[in-house]
């Protein structure tokens, strides 16, 4: 199949960026999208021109790497896939097709459709985590843990990091993700302990990145290649809830005025 | 006093003054619906309802007082995080397709703007009555009935009050499911009916509000 590319480019992250048309020959149906700018790149590479940069890792759908944008839907129209899983066969031969990367002011663009997607990062560093010794792993079943909870955990637990929740969001807002990551730990035994702290902290931090604030519209729960619910968001709301009713809130927020003096 | 600015400082914080204020809002809708729907009852039950709420000066203007203030805060801490939502995403998408976020959630800025235009209308119109000076005589003798089919049998001002109720209308289907949402009472045991529920209240609402100037402008009421 042939296909037209409409791509953005841009040098760095201070450069202006812009769309530049790309046509692509002989493209094998059989191949993923990413495959797809592979064969684009080795073609521009041989004219001598500046590949596009795109962000990839494992290539089978659980690393979260890739950030691309495929007419308008973040890891393109496929659903429950990223783009690596995205094959070239849900495409209609000579289709123009417009590649960006995922837009959000907390995910500067490095390079093309490579971005910065550090502020997840820090998300997690202020909660996503239990503070446990590291020494010899416990035996798996000394903590009882119902198996409807366990499931419920490992269904937040699937989400892979990739910010297409942010990048689907009109508000460009983290909540999916955000809730994914205090609800995995939150429900569990081990994660209780710090439960209200994860959640004001992680949330603290969401809002300093500069992401924006849900309007409970669902369009991040069906972009999720996970399929993560927005059950997880109504979670985390009532945890947040919570936290605040026992004073959390202003626990919180005195610590970081300290930590900042 | 720290713990509400704290509150407001937070994502979630803002939505959930946003969710608690437009819940007492959609009481108070409830509760001036019930007294308007009186009108079917005849003149002398809304008239002497009239009468009642204008000899209790503290009572309506603590009322009013109460209302404006919940009001305040709905569309301020609601502008606070639409400018949020705005400053998330400086660059935007060349195409941008979210097929399946539904109208009424992807319109509830734009349904509540036009509602707070309407409330103003609707003030200077029945209440103030600038719109109408003729109202005087009539407000003044606590003859809201007669206001009403005064007001109503004017169609342009009829249409205007029934396309303002079916935004009234996505607003609430929209905000009475987020209100569950946005406070954690939602899971997928619940998440079926609450958005159906959302649809029957936000719709005998609807109903209610539009019957009053359809009942006028037919000539059931004169």
Redesign the interface.
């Given at each position: 199949m042939n296909l037209t590319l409409?791509i953005?480019r841009q040098q760095n992250s201070k450069a202006q960026g812009e769309?530049v048309e790309y046509k692509v020959t002989d493209v094998s149906e059989d191949i993923s999208f990413l495959e797809m700018l592979d064969v684009l790149n080795e073609d521009l590479i041989e004219r001598g021109e500046d590949p596009v940069a795109f962000d990839s890792d494992c290539r089978e759908g659980i690393c979260g790497a890739c950030s691309i944008?495929v007419?308008?839907?973040p890891h393109g129209?496929q659903s429950g896939t990223t783009v690596c899983q995205l094959h070239m066969r849900h495409f209609d031969d000579s289709q123009k097709i417009?590649v960006?990367p995922f837009?959000?002011?907390?995910f500067p663009i490095i390079k093309d459709l490579v971005i910065d997607r550090s502020a997840m990062d820090r998300v997690i560093q202020a909660g996503g985590f239990i503070s446990v010794g590291t020494n010899q792993f416990a035996e798996a079943n000394a903590i009882p843990v119902p198996k409807d909870v366990a499931e419920s955990a490992m269904d937040a637990a699937s989400c892979i990091g990739c910010g297409a929740c942010v990048a689907?969001c009109?508000?460009?807002?983290a909540m999916l993700f955000v809730a994914a990551k205090v609800s995995h730990l939150n429900l569990l035994p081990q994660g209780k302990p710090e439960k209200d702290r994860r959640v004001t902290n992680m949330?603290?931090t969401?809002?300093a990145e500069?992401?924006?604030?849900?309007?409970?519209?669902?369009?991040c729960e069906?972009a999720c290649p996970k399929g993560v619910?927005?059950?997880f968001?109504?979670?985390?709301?009532?945890?947040?809830?919570k936290a605040?009713i026992k004073g959390q809130?202003?626990n919180a927020?005195q610590t970081a005025a300290q930590e900042t003096k | 006093m720290n713990i509400l600015f704290a509150l407001y400082k937070s994502s979630v914080g803002k939505k959930y003054i946003v969710a608690a204020t437009g819940f007492l809002l959609f009481i108070f809708l409830i509760g001036h619906l019930l007294g308007n729907l009186q009108i079917y009852m005849g003149a002398e039950k809304l008239n002497a309802y009239a009468h009642f709420l204008q000899t209790k000066p503290l009572l309506i203007w603590a009322s009013r007082a109460g209302l404006l203030l919940i009001a305040l805060v709905h569309v301020t801490t609601t502008i606070k995080l639409a400018l949020e939502n705005k400053a998330a995403r400086p660059v935007g998408y060349e195409v941008s397709k979210a097929p399946y976020a539904p109208l009424t959630a992807r319109s509830i800025l734009v349904s509540g703007i036009i509602i707070g235009l309407f409330v103003v209308y609707h003030i200077l119109h029945f209440t103030s009555v600038t719109f109408n000076p003729e109202f005087s005589d009539l407000r003044a003798a606590h003859n809201v009935y007669g206001m009403v089919v005064a007001g109503f049998s004017n169609t342009y001002v009829s249409a205007f009050y029934i396309i303002s109720m079916v935004l009234l209308f996505m607003h609430l289907r929209h905000g009475i499911s987020s209100f569950f949402q946005t406070f954690g009472m939602n899971n997928k045991t619940y998440r079926t009916t609450i958005e159906r529920l959302a649809v029957v209240a936000a719709g005998l609402v609807f109903l209610g509000n539009i019957s009053i100037p359809l009942v006028v402008l037919l000539g059931f009421i004169k």
């Open positions: 409409k953005w769309f944008v007419n308008g839907i129209h417009v960006e837009r959000a002011k907390p689907v009109k508000n460009a807002s949330i603290r969401m809002d500069g992401f924006g604030n849900c309007t409970n519209i669902g369009a069906t619910s927005l059950d968001i109504a979670q985390m709301n009532r945890d947040y809830a605040i809130l202003l927020s | -």
